[in-house]
Structures are given as C-alpha cells and as structure tokens.
C-alpha cells in the first residue's frame, strides 16, 4: 500500500479552494435567487429554444420529380400508432460520419442513439449527435428561398421558389462550361457528392473546386503523405496498446473514431483483469482525455512539435532505438533534441516505458499538429514495431481540391464568374486575414446553399434552403471504410433540398431527386453499375438491406502497415520562451457549438463544458499563475491582441492550463446567429488568421478594467457543507481512487476511504422487495465525463432549457450533473469526475419529508415522483444529500406551439411551474419492457432488456442498470467487485446507484520522483 507523506485534497474550484465568498454564497443558499422574474432579456427568447416555428412554409417543387412521403391517414401495415420505430442513418460533421439510429413516433424523429451494427458506433453516440435532432426543429432554420439584388446586400430578400431558380439555372450555368464556375464546398465523406463534383469538373471546363473547413483533419492526411507518400486514415487498435502517449490528440474525444477509441480504451482499465493499460497526455488545456491520464504534462500548443522531437531523441539516441527504413530523420537530425525542455523532466521515463513495450504502445498527434509531426508519430510507431498491432492505415484517393485562401486569391482577381457554396459559414468562419466576404463579392453571382439564412447567404443573390439530414437521402462513408446509409425520416419541414439535388441541377440533364442519387450511388459502390438497375430483385434486396441496416455489410476495410518513404522531415523551430508580456495564443474549437454550427443549438449551449463547467460562453482560459501574474482573476474583461488583431473576451482561470498559454475557443459570438445563440460569447476566428489557424506565440493579454458574468455550474448542487475541514471529510468517500499496485495488495481500500461508521441500523421495518429491484452501477474509471449521457438525458426525458441567467442562479435543470474534481497543486493537477442522478434511494430522505406524498416509494425500489401532487414546497431537495432534484421555477414548455413539441417524447410527461423533477431510471422504458415481457408469453424481463438513456449513449460502457435480485445480472455481480461503493453510505439511506472506484496506473519512476499518492485510509 502506498504511503503519501502529504496528504493532497480534492476541490472542485478555485474559489473552494480558497475558501471563496462565491462557493460559500452558492452553499449557503439551497435555492439561490427566489422567484423574481429573470432580468431585462426576454423570456420569450428561451420558451421557444426548443423546437420549430410555429409556421411550417411549403414550397413548391422545382424542376426535380417530386417525392411523395405517404401521410398517415391509413395507417401502413404493420405498424401500431404510438409505437416508436427506428431507422439507420448517419450523421455527419466534416470529414466524419456517425452511424445512428433515430427514434420516430407517429413520423416525427425525436431520439438520435449509436447504431450497435457497426463497429464505428457500437451503439453509441456524442453529443452532437444526441442534439442534432432539436435542429431539426430550429425556429431559424431557413423557410425560404431568397433571392437578392445582383449586388448582395443584408436585407431579407424577396421569396423565391425552387421553379424560380430551376428557371434561373437552366439560362445560368450552360453558359459557364466554357468557364468562370466555383464550386467551395465544406467537407464531407459522401461518395455520392464527389461523385457529382467530379462530373462538374468534367463538363465545366476550367471549373475549379475549393473546400474550407474551420476543424479540419488535413494536418493528418498531409503527414501520412508526408510519410508514406500516400493520405491515409489512421486505425488505432486502442485496446491492443499497453502504453498510450497523447500530444494535443484528445483521442477520445476528437479523433474520428473517438467513439470505439472510448470503448477500446475503457475495456484496457478494467483492474480486476490483472493489468491496465497506461496514458501519458501532452497538451496545453484540459480535455476528457487528459483527465484519463495517469500523468499529463501541462505543456503550451507551440511547444509540442520539440516535445516529440524531445522523444524521438531519447528514444534513438537514449535507448537505442533502431530507426526504421525510409525514416525520414537520421541520428544526427536528433542530436540537438535530446533532453529538450519541451520534452520535460520525465521524458526519459517514459522513452523506458515505451521501450518496455513495443508492439503494443501507440502515440497519437492532434489534428492541430504540424504535417511534419505527424509524420514523425508515424515514422516512431514504425520503429517501436507498432504498425500493425496497435496501428494500421487506410490509404486514400483525396480530391484534389483548392482551400479557401486559394478560392479567395481568384475571386480577388477576378476569375470567378459564379460561385456556389456547398454548406458552411466561410463569411463568418474564414481566417479573418483574407477579407473573404469582401472577396466573394468580386463574383457576379453567387449562391450560397445552407440550412440558415447567414452571413454568407447575406452576401448571395441566391439562399437556397438545405435539408437536414433526417429529411434527405444520401450516402456517406465511414473513417473505417464501411458504406453508410442516410435516409429520411420526415418530409423537409421548410421545403429544403440536399446538396446532391442542387449539384444534380449543373450535371444532370433531367435533374434527380436525392433518392434516386443515393440508389446510383449504392449501385456503383456495391458493384451493381453505375446507375441504379430497373426491376432487379436482386438489386433492391441488397438496396433494403442496406437501408435497414443503415451500412452496406462487409464494406469496412482493414488496416493496412504501409511502408515508409524517406522523405526529410523538417525539425520545428525552437520554441521561444513564453512570459506575461510575451504569451501563446491557442485556438481550438469547442466541445459544445464546436465551430459555430451549432450555436442555436439550446441543449449544447446549457451543457456545462467538461472541465470549465462554462455554459452559453467561451472564455480566455489562463493557469491560476498566469493569472496572478497578469493580476487578472475570473471574469475579468480582457483584450487580446495577436497579429494586429484585437478582440475582447473574459477570463477564465482554469487549474492545469499550460503556464503563460492561452486557450480560447471558437464558434461563440455569430452575428447571424438565431435567437437562442444571440449573444453568446465572444468570436475568436477575428484573431484567427491564415498564417496561424491555431494560434501562436506573440500574444498581449490586456485588462479593460470592465467585468464580464460568466454563468458556470462548477460549485452549483455540491454535496459538502460549508467548511474546509467537512468538505475534506466527504471528498475522499465520493470520489474514491487509487493506484493499481495498492489495489493489487488491498483490493479492500476502498472500503477505508471517507468517513467511518458503525454498522448501519434502520429504525424502522425495510421494503421486501420479492420481485424487481432495481439498480444502477458506475464505473469511474471508465467514464471520461464527455457528457453524452447528459444529453442522451435530455433528449429522452423532455428536461427544460432556461438560458444563462437562470443557469447563473443556479436553476439548471439537468438531471445528471458531471461533479468533476481536482486534486493536488492548482497549477498541475489531476482531475476526476463522476456523474450523479437520484440514486433511488431505499430509505429516501426525500419521502420522510415531502407533506404531500408526491414523492414516494415504489415496489421495485423506485424514488417515483407523482407530478399532479406537488405543491413545490422544495423539502425534498432541501433533505436530498445528493443535491440531485430540479425545480421549475417557470413553466417552461407553456408558450410550446404544436410544432415546437414535436421534439417532445411523448412517453415522459412535461412538467409544469412549481414541480419538482429528478431522474427516474428512465421508468418510461422499464413499462415498456415490462409491457413486452407481458407480451412474450408473460415471462421475466431479462438482464439487458433494460438500458436507460444514460447507458444507452454511453461510449464507454460506464453505466450499467439491471435487476439487483437477479444474481446473474451484470448489476449485481459489478456491485460485488471490490471497487464497489455507496455514495454517503454513512447516512444509511441505502442508495440503489453505486459507483466503481477510480484506479490509476502511474509509471513507478515517475511516481516516486514526483511523490503520486496512492489512496489514504480514514
């Protein structure tokens, strides 16, 4: 058992840390703020985040064979109103494709969820995914064609249909085969699009294709090339790697296949196996999978390119490790590398480590990294014999296509005639040197297809509406290779079209629906010809086939080992110091409105950020020191200025931030934005520049003396009472941790952590529970707090949105809160997290006080709320250790449209003002398995029947719910692991969720020399 000479507490915040007046004012009041009305902003704004407008427009058809969707009038066979049915599609983000399947009740889409027939997924999903449903039903998604003056202009515009531009388009684009077409599109995966993409090529002659993506993955491809000779997509083998280095890839959560890398990797921390794999992580910020880590090193953006230079030195030159053929670097090269600064203290160790286990080690760079670091992650994979074990590639074809600096450069000159934009925001999104929104008017015409009315469609004649993807067919293709279906589930709301029916218009002689693309394009991938055959059976079985499953069978492509091509690979300049006068601007893109697409997006807008705990804002992230230094503090305004650009933004002093590194993150501040995203935060692309997409040294960091309120849930619902010594108390038996070798000795430790007690007494007769009992178990070592299973909640249980203000009050509504934890020095610390929901309690402190039995007891064990009793005395809440009850402090679904409910499940009921609500296991799918047990010959539910919305999005399997009594069940025996405890078990209030044991496994070496506790007994 490990022995900490020091013992090191857990804190959830600075300002708990320090005692703060904030924490104490948040502690000190159970429900903060009273029932004034919200300030001076309307509450209009937020009643009508949640779905679609009031007014559906239908538009006419253009010159496409219309498609009709069968109404419901007669229901279709086999089918039963009220019964939800499921359909493969996928959704796609860029260069990534997501295979899910979404819930329809009656033909409306309300539940996105992974779809567990292909591996990319494994059921499970993100949060994007999980939100992109409420888009669907966005207000301010585009209603109309508009087409404005020849000179553009920022008004709304006249109402077009699509007759008016299929008229404009027969007389327009004949005339540009000779030349003068670009076509800027943003990424995507669909070989149906590239297919039409290259048939504009082959019939405009001198027609040019650009892309611009504001997260984009071409670093990656660039490197492989670099490497190889050839792009190529990287195949990680997570749960084969022993050893893991992280530099700035957040692999869990950024990578494209960060789903199964989640899987693979949980799978690799189960202790009770006898080993775990091990996670070192470089970066600057805090992301999900530096709170993994078993030792993360704080370490500014510009500074990671030396810090693999720093390793392939001690590696080569340190350890002998033989480079491989075709390495593109010698010995020499190295020499000046070895025992940089960059690299760290610990450098050396964790070249042993690797060395220890070659063949099943992998390393991993960010999509932010340079070509060059890239490649020589590659070439060091190859030396460490971990191509083809851990790792593997997919070598690619990639489009030749120009970027949007090269787009801007002939627009300048005058060489576009006409350009059409494929998706995306570039007038908003582009780096902000280019000046592209004047650029693209240097174009005579100019058509912008999205799915608002934004900036960039502001400065077109033509706003061409585009289907969401629930409304449109397509195809895509997935990281691993596997052929993806998109198919629709409800008839375009607004009348939109799809990016292929608008590119079908410029090729095609008769132009195709958007069905009829995707059949053409199944038929060329599946081998059936090139267009889709008439009366084929065997054809449309296979075509069905691939619907209903949503991926074409045996289409994924193994990992291949390629072969290294001795390219040079040119060493990074060295990083210059950083200093308060001289700091690092870092730009990345944001986990909850990623890079502004989803800025109206109200469920990822009010979920708190993972580790800043920030809602409906982005920030100047700083380390505790570099604030202190700067003598700025939390919410201070500040102006940064880089590269002669200058913008306003608040601080955020964020423990584990690289010293004298500034992180901020973009997508916030859209002028154009809709009613839910006005606003909210402030626009880091105006800094953004070509030169430097994601930042650089150079950075002045300037206090305005103005204050900025940040709404943050960090200390909302914490469980501690006020007072160092009582927060200290309890900490330690929340979040329970340890290391592997003191888990190994004394897999009983973690019954000593926290606060001791004597056998627990009820003062009254228990429940028997004869039939069901129900319960839930959470594995903290394999949740990595990416938050699906807070929006997997929301989407299922109708949970009210309230804004900022209302968050800022601490009246979020969220059923599951994501505690995250610090623990050790502010200025490097680690980090833990745990998820809490009503635990179900069976002696339920909730129940003994609530005056009116609105709160009750079921027979299965459930903490059951009966909605129409509550009075909203709030008692229950007050007598909840858990501090997991949500109170409507408006009703915030009254003002809802019959359109705007469409969202709305129809299985869980809407609460109204003055209720109380909490979670409830999801009982709404326990009736519906119950119900189907009935059905089936009136047996048992089975272990499995059961998955709440929690467990279901989970990428990691964390979560696990099933029947306690059943001895067989997976529950059951996970609460007989030695890991297993009670939250507050001291109160004896018996819980029914309980928690998995963090365990960690730090490298000896390192360990010892920097003092990493194991855990201590109470």
């Keep these: 058992m490990s022995d900490s000479s020091q013992k090191r507490d857990f804190w959830r915040s600075l300002d708990e840390l320090a005692a703060g007046s904030e924490f104490s004012r948040l502690q000190e009041q159970e429900f903060p703020g009273g029932i004034e009305a919200p300030d001076d902003m309307s509450r209009r704004r937020f009643l009508q985040i949640m779905g679609a407008s009031a007014a559906l427009a239908t538009l006419a058809g253009c010159r496409w064979p219309e498609e009709k969707i069968m109404p419901y009038a007669q229901r279709p066979e086999g089918t039963d109103p009220g019964t939800p049915r499921q359909f493969a599609t996928t959704f796609e983000m860029g260069p990534v494709a997501l295979p899910v399947l979404a819930t329809s009740y009656d033909g409306r889409p309300i539940k996105i969820d992974g779809n567990p027939e292909v591996p990319l997924s494994g059921g499970a999903t993100n949060v994007f995914a999980q939100a992109s449903v409420l888009g669907l039903y966005n207000p301010d998604r585009s209603q109309n064609i508009l087409r404005r003056n020849q000179f553009g202009d920022s008004s709304s515009g006249a109402k077009a249909t699509w007759d008016d531009f299929g008229t404009f388009a027969v007389g327009h684009f004949p005339r540009l085969r000779g030349g003068g077409l670009a076509v800027l599109t943003e990424m995507t995966t669909s070989p149906a699009v590239w297919d039409l993409m290259g048939r504009i090529g082959q019939q405009y002659r001198g027609a040019k294709l650009y892309y611009h993506e504001p997260v984009c993955r071409i670093n990656e491809m660039q490197g492989a090339r670099l490497a190889f000779g050839t792009p190529a997509r990287s195949q990680l083998a997570v749960d084969k790697a022993e050893v893991i280095v992280d530099f700035d890839a957040n692999f869990l959560q950024d990578h494209a296949s960060s789903l199964r890398n989640s899987r693979r990797f949980a799978k690799g921390r189960r202790p009770e196996s006898g080993h775990m794999n091990r996670l070192y992580v470089f970066e600057n910020t805090f992301t999900i999978t530096g709170g993994m880590a078993d030792h993360r090193f704080p370490t500014p953006a510009s500074h990671i390119p030396a810090a693999v230079w720093a390793l392939a030195a001690e590696?080569?030159?340190?350890?002998?490790?033989?480079?491989?053929?075709?390495?593109?670097?010698?010995?020499?090269?190295?020499?000046?590398?070895?025992?940089?600064?960059?690299?760290?203290?610990?450098?050396?160790?964790?070249?042993?480590?690797?060395?220890?286990?070659?063949?099943?080690?992998?390393?991993?760079?960010?999509?932010?990294?340079?070509?060059?670091?890239?490649a020589l992650i590659h070439l060091l994979n190859q030396a460490l014999g971990n191509v083809g074990q851990t790792v593997s590639y997919q070598p690619f074809d990639m489009a030749k296509l120009g970027d949007i600096a090269d787009l801007t450069k002939d627009l300048k000159s005058g060489a576009v005639d006409t350009l059409l934009i494929l998706g995306g925001n570039p007038a908003y999104d582009a780096p902000a040197d280019l000046g592209f929104g004047a650029a693209m008017q240097k174009a005579g015409t100019r058509i912008h297809v999205s799915l608002n009315d934004d900036a960039t469609s502001r400065l077109c004649q033509w706003h061409l509406p585009r289907a969401h993807y629930l409304e449109g067919w397509g195809d895509a293709m997935g990281w691993d290779g596997s052929y993806l279906a998109v198919q629709p589930l409800i008839r375009p709301l607004f009348g939109g079209k799809t990016v292929t029916e608008v590119l079908s218009v410029l090729v095609d002689e008769t132009?195709?629906?958007?069905?009829?693309?995707?059949?053409?394009s199944f038929a060329r991938i599946s081998g059936a010809g090139k267009s889709a055959p008439e009366g084929n059976d065997r054809f449309e079985k296979k075509w069905r086939r691939f619907i209903h499953d949503g991926v074409l069978q045996g289409s994924a492509k193994r990992g291949e080992p390629l072969a290294l091509t001795g390219t040079p690979l040119a060493a990074p300049r060295a990083p210059g110091d950083l200093s308060a006068q001289s700091l690092e601007l870092s730009i990345h893109h944001d986990q909850s409105v990623f890079d502004g697409r989803f800025c109206d997006n109200a469920w990822l807008q009010e979920m708190p950020d993972f580790m800043t705990k920030l809602t409906w804002d982005n920030a100047?992230?700083?380390?505790?020191?570099?604030?202190?230094?700067?003598?700025?503090?939390?919410?201070?305004?500040?102006?940064?200025?880089?590269?002669g650009r200058k913008q306003a933004i608040p601080v955020y002093v964020l423990p584990g931030q690289a010293r004298y590194s500034v992180s901020v993150m973009l997508g916030y501040g859209k002028p154009d934005s809709g009613r839910v995203g006005q606003g909210s935060g402030f626009n880091a692309y105006t800094l953004r520049t070509s030169g430097a997409l994601h930042g650089g040294a150079g950075l002045k960091l300037t206090k305005t003396g103005a204050?900025?309120?940040?709404?943050?849930?960090?200390?909302?619902?914490?469980?501690?009472?006020?007072g160092a010594e009582e927060i200290q108390k309890r900490v330690p038996g929340l979040v329970r941790q340890g290391d592997l070798e003191e888990y190994r000795e004394h897999p009983?430790?973690?019954?000593?952590?926290?606060?001791?007690?004597?056998?627990?007494?009820s003062l009254w007769k228990e429940w028997d529970y004869n039939g069901?009992?129900?319960?839930?178990?959470?594995?903290?070592?394999?949740?990595?707090?990416?938050?699906?299973c807070i929006i997997g909640c929301q989407a299922e249980n109708n949970i009210a949105v309230v804004g900022k203000d209302e968050v800022a009050r601490g009246r979020e509504m969220s059923w599951i809160r994501l505690d995250r934890y610090f623990l050790g020095d502010a200025e490097d610390p680690e980090c833990a997290q745990q998820p809490v929901a009503c635990a179900q309690c069976e002696l339920a402190p909730c129940e003994e006080v609530c005056p009116v039995a609105a709160t009750m007891h079921s027979s299965e064990g459930l903490n059951t709320m009966v909605y129409n009793r509550c009075v909203g005395t709030r008692y229950c809440s007050n007598n909840c250790p858990y501090k997991v009850r949500r109170f409507n402090w408006f009703n915030n679904f009254e003002d809802l449209t019959a359109t705007q409910r469409l969202v709305l499940n129809p299985d869980v009921t809407v609460r109204a003002r003055g209720v109380m609500e909490k979670c409830t296991y999801c009982v709404q799918r326990i009736e519906k398995a119950r119900v189907a047990a009935r059905v089936d010959g009136n047996r048992k539910i089975r272990d499995?029947?059961?998955?709440?919305?929690?467990?279901?999005?989970?990428?990691?399997?964390?979560?696990?719910?099933?029947?306690?009594n059943d001895p067989e069940s997976r529950v059951a025996k996970l609460r007989k692991v030695p890991r297993s405890?009670?939250?507050?078990?001291?109160?004896?209030?018996?819980?029914?969720?309980?928690?998995?044991?963090?365990?960690?496994?730090?490298?000896?070496?390192?360990?010892?020399?920097?003092?990493?506790?194991?855990?201590?007994?109470?």
């Design 315 to 374: 590696l080569v030159l340190g350890e002998g490790l033989p480079l491989p053929m075709g390495a593109g670097v010698s010995r020499s090269d190295l020499q000046g590398w070895r025992g940089h600064s960059a690299g760290g203290e610990h450098i050396a160790a964790l070249a042993k480590d690797l060395m220890a286990n070659r063949g099943a080690s992998l390393l991993v760079a960010g999509m932010r990294q340079s070509p060059e670091t890239h």
């Design 511 to 520: 132009p195709r629906n958007a069905y009829a693309v995707a059949r053409d």
């Design 620 to 643: 100047a992230l700083l380390s505790p020191a570099t604030a202190v230094e700067l003598g700025v503090g939390h919410g201070d305004l500040v102006d940064l200025e880089f590269a």
């Design 707 to 722: 204050t900025y309120k940040l709404a943050t849930t960090q200390d909302h619902f914490a469980m501690d009472t006020v």
């Design 748 to 761: 009983e430790f973690v019954d000593h952590l926290g606060i001791h007690h004597p056998p627990l007494e």
């Design 772 to 788: 069901y009992k129900w319960g839930m178990s959470v594995d903290l070592n394999a949740c990595n707090g990416c938050n699906a």
């Design 944 to 964: 499995g029947d059961i998955t709440p919305a929690c467990a279901q999005t989970c990428p990691t399997d964390a979560i696990v719910f099933g029947d306690l």
């Design 981 to 1018: 405890y009670d939250l507050l078990a001291y109160l004896n209030i018996k819980p029914r969720t309980s928690y998995m044991a963090r365990i960690r496994n730090p490298n000896p070496q390192i360990a010892a020399h920097t003092g990493h506790p194991g855990s201590e007994h109470g």
